[in-house]
């Protein structure tokens, strides 16, 4: 269609408009989204419940069976302990290195320590863990992100990663957070975590967060938040599930934190409770290896456990 006027008894040398473009764009539109789902689904459908159960017989490599709750363990929780321990004393020497941290925690740390060049970073964790590990695009299609060794060497039975996030208990509310969250984690005694660093789910921990403080002295980390989380082993929310090409190298296990784990270093843990008045320990969820890894793998774990 031309709509035009002569200009000075002239006719309009103007050219002519093409064909309205709207249905065009509509499919353009519609196909976009419609490959935008199909990529979200194909990343989230690990996580829903309907599909798991008609795809278990499908996936049987993805499935890690344990007899009971009990043998749920790859390591002991004391070698997890000591293991979070010697990463958060360097992590500490470091924050008060730089100032980051108040007048009483570095007071504590002149008592405890000599050091006069502490370490910072990946080369702390790999001078106590012996590797290190970092987000980077997953190898698996549309799996988004993912979690690689991409330093040193991890053991077998090495505590690997950990699981961040708001801690609730089986009674507590969570439907809000839980709305479009492909990161609650659920623990075999109903527990959950919500590893979701945006939107409500962040806002949650940081208020909580600030909440638990005792003086000084914080009781959970908030950096796991940005991009450049202070404890570097809080990224576990980012492991991708296994497949049947790409078995499982690591699997979580529940981490209950001891009574006698030090206040100065629960700044560098990566959960906090959503009650404050909750009585039991706080739940951590970390990752163990399975076997040895070498640097360059990506980190892949088991997202449904099997209890007999």
């Known amino acids: 269609m031309h709509i035009c006027r002569k200009i000075n008894g002239r006719d309009c040398k103007c050219k002519l408009l093409p064909p309205c473009p709207s249905s065009q764009t509509s499919t353009w539109m519609f196909r976009t989204a419609l490959k935008r789902f199909q990529n ?176 000084p002295f914080m009781m959970s980390d908030t950096s796991w938040l940005t991009d450049s989380p202070q404890n570097p082993l809080a990224v576990g929310q980012y492991v991708n599930n296994c497949s049947n090409e790409l078995p499982a190298n690591v699997c979580y296990q529940e981490y209950d934190v001891p009574d006698t784990f030090p206040i100065e270093l629960r700044l560098y843990l990566p959960n906090v409770n959503y009650s404050s008045d909750t009585q039991r320990p706080l739940r951590c969820v970390v990752l163990v290896s399975l076997r040895d890894i070498t640097v360059g793998e990506e980190l892949f774990s088991n997202y449904y456990t099997i209890v007999h």
């Open 40 to 215: 979200k689904w194909k990343s989230y459908r690990h996580r829903f419940v309907p599909w798991v159960v008609l795809n278990l017989s499908k996936n049987e490599k993805t499935l890690r069976k344990v007899t009971e709750r009990l043998k749920d363990k790859q390591v002991p929780d004391e070698e997890v302990s000591q293991s979070l321990l010697q990463l958060f004393r360097v992590l500490l020497r470091n924050g008060a290195n730089k100032g980051g941290l108040c007048a009483a925690q570095t007071h504590f740390l002149r008592q405890v320590t000599s050091e006069e060049n502490p370490v910072c970073g990946d080369d702390a964790m790999l001078q106590t863990l012996g590797f290190c590990i970092d987000r980077k695009p997953s190898t698996l299609p549309f799996a988004g992100t993912g979690v690689f060794v991409t330093k040193g060497f991890v053991p077998k039975g090495a505590t690997v990663a950990m699981y961040p996030g708001t801690v609730y208990q089986a009674y507590e509310p969570i439907l809000l957070q839980s709305i479009r969250n492909p990161f609650l984690f659920r623990c075999i005694d109903g527990v959950l975590v919500d590893g979701n660093d945006k939107g409500i789910s962040k806002m949650v921990f940081k208020s909580c967060s600030g909440r638990d403080r005792i003086g």
